[in-house]
């Protein structure tokens, strides 16, 4: 069975730990979300994707969900006592190795794909890991301080104000010109199975849709497209989605997550028990839904989950209409 995944990075990466219990033999293709990647101290740093890998390679910090484990910030104080920030993005020792191998190989000529397999080939994920692209795209957040409009980088908005004041509107900057990096449109196309984990759906999953040809291929694909909402009990699980759904219009409730989408792009979508009273506004969509446990609280918990989005996925499969025929979900 060949799975695709768009994901962003904790809520992408936990399930696919899951994902992979579940379904042992599946031949897993990651699209991953770049949309966050910043430059710091001249590095190329790629949270989502450094997420997924340390996740799946086993050098996370389980507790942070981000980042490596039994870090150390010696680094981040000796840039500090030369007065070099920025402060608000933690970045450690170890992590900084990576930073440094993935800008010397940019540097060098190779396209980021490239760069995330080779990285990939000390982590060996047990998935493939590609970018979303190997263009630059960089998600910017429309802000107002003090009755002035400025746009930040996402990373700013939510790691340095920790998404304190509205976000007026969320920008891929990048994204129109970008093209989906090598082998990403082969995989939605070939796929048995696509899979949205409970990822944020507006700066991760959205940011990878908005990549021209990537939201097409996933509607056209001929695999059953099954989410997961991020959203539990009208709040996120973890984070601030609610900000960044509220800038595109859309109320932070699991079935609002789905229409979102529409039944353009998901078939199936997974509610948690609590929102069980959502899942008739989801079908009346189009969307085919169920209500099951959706807190990631272990492995197990979470391989129950990809079991119950790839048996939603069988289901829908089996009684889908040609994509082509419907619309974009816009
Ligand atoms: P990020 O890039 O690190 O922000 O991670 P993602 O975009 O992949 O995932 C973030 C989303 O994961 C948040 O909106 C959370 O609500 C969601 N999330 C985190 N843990 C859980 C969980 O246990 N269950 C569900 N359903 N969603 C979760
Ligand atoms: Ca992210």
Known sequence: MRIVVLAGGIGGARFLRGLKKAAPDAEITVVGNTGDDIHLFGLKVCPDLDTVMYTLGGGIDEEQGWGREGESF????????????????????????????????????????????????????????????????????????????????????????????????????????????????????????????????????????????????????????????????????????????????????????????????????LVDTVDAGAVADVEAAGIRCRAVPLMMTDVDATAAMAREALALAAEAGKTAEPKETKGTGE
């Open 74 to 269: 010696t680094v981040k104080e000796e840039l500090a006592a030369y007065g070099v920030g920025p402060e608000w993005f933690g970045l450690g020792d170890r992590d900084f190795a990576t930073h440094i191998v993935r800008t010397q190989m940019l540097g060098a000529g190779y396209p980021l794909s490239a760069v995330t397999e080779a990285l990939c080939a000390r982590w060996r994920p047990g998935v493939r890991l590609l970018p979303m692209s190997d263009d630059r795209v960089e998600t910017h957040v429309a802000i107002e301080v003090d009755g002035e409009q400025r746009a930040v980088h996402f990373q700013e908005y939510w790691v340095k104000m920790r998404a304190s004041v509205p976000a007026r509107a969320v920008v891929p900057v990048g994204a129109e010109q970008a093209t989906p990096a090598p082998g990403v449109l082969e995989a939605i196309a070939d796929a048995d199975v696509i899979l949205f984990p409970p990822s944020n759906p507006v700066v991760s999953i959205g940011t990878i849709l908005a990549v021209p040809g990537i939201r097409e291929a996933v509607a056209a694909a001929s695999a059953p497209v099954v989410g997961l909402s991020p959203i539990v009990g009208d709040a996120p699980v973890r984070g601030m989605a609610d900000k960044v759904l509220a800038a595109v219009g859309v109320e932070s409730t699991a079935a609002a997550v789905a229409r979102h989408y529409g039944s353009g792009l998901v078939d199936g979508w």
